[in-house]
């Protein structure tokens, strides 16, 4: 992260660099990044921005002398790639694993002083002194992260690597790894050559959802008080039909049903599968 620039409408980027080194959170990795990959994350980000989905954007590529070595299809066939650094932007880089990775540390102060910044900075609708102010993010991101993954499904994207870390508070499409779009409906569709147990295969991705949402309670659950986190497990709860409801919704407008009809839903699960034929 590099700084956060406000533009003339007033509206505030984080600036992100990709591809550009090492930092203290790169762990055995390079931190480096290929064209081939960044050529992929600029025009994917900019389609979905264009599609209507929430997303990063991408403002730059630059083009590195630097080889970078890496095993594409990890086969063994490790090959010396071209370099290039992507800056990337977006209205937060605050992830799912931003607040698991304190709460598992056990530094409570720093998550509450952290998800009070994220609320007054991003969550405007919530009041800053409301004792139930982390209930109603949970609330937000809940509602949210199931609309995103409704319009991902919508459109046929897989994200290929759903873990909490690639999981934006603000429930935005971030980090551009081994993501595809489906030429056909294929539920077991994995754009994830590592993928080998199909864990984040497109039919899988509401679940992983959940998955994802319950660990970010479990990360809240040390701030909220006994009858708090009652009502956040009921609001996980709803998750579920927030998915389905938003889901369905996409899929009816796409074959242009204009009105309410109890076979909809039928109809829309009879096509997909005949799509499978």
């Not at 010396?80 to 880089?93: C, H, T």
């Not at 405007?124 to 139930?132: F, G, L, Q, V």
Request: hydrophobic share 40%; charged share 25%.
């Amino acid at each position: 992260l590099i700084g956060v620039y406000t533009n003339r409408r007033g509206e505030r980027w984080e600036l992100q660099l990709k591809g550009s080194g090492k930092t203290p959170y790169s762990r055995n990795g390079d931190g480096r990044a290929v064209l081939r990959s960044s050529v992929r994350e600029f025009l994917c980000s900019e389609a979905m921005h264009y599609l209507g989905i929430p997303t990063s954007r991408a403002a730059s590529l630059v083009v590195s002398d630097d080889g970078v070595w890496r095993d594409q299809f990890y086969n063994g066939n490790i090959k010396k790639e071209r370099g290039a650094i992507v800056l990337r932007l977006a209205k937060s880089w605050f992830r799912i694993g931003s607040l698991e990775i304190l709460a598992h540390s056990g530094e409570l102060d720093l998550l509450r002083r952290l998800l009070d910044f994220i609320i007054q900075e991003h969550f405007p609708s919530i009041a800053k002194n409301d004792s139930n102010r982390y209930l109603e993010f949970f609330s937000t991101v809940v509602s949210e992260t199931a609309n995103l993954i409704s319009l991902w499904m919508s459109v046929g994207f897989a994200h290929g690597v759903c873990n909490t870390d690639n999981f934006s508070l603000l429930s935005i499409t971030i980090d551009y790894g081994p993501f595809g779009f489906m030429d056909s409906y294929d539920p077991n569709f994995v754009p994830n050559t590592s993928d080998d147990e199909r864990r984040y295969k497109i039919g899988n991705q509401a679940s992983v959802g959940l998955f994802n949402l319950s660990k970010l309670l479990q990360a809240l659950k040390p701030l909220l008080d006994p009858r708090q986190k009652q009502l956040a497990a009921q609001i996980l709860e709803g998750y579920g039909e927030h998915y389905y409801s938003r889901f369905t919704e996409l899929f009816k407008t796409k074959l242009g049903l204009l009105e309410e009809n109890e076979s909809d839903n039928y109809l829309i699960a009879f096509l997909l599968k005949v799509s499978l034929l």
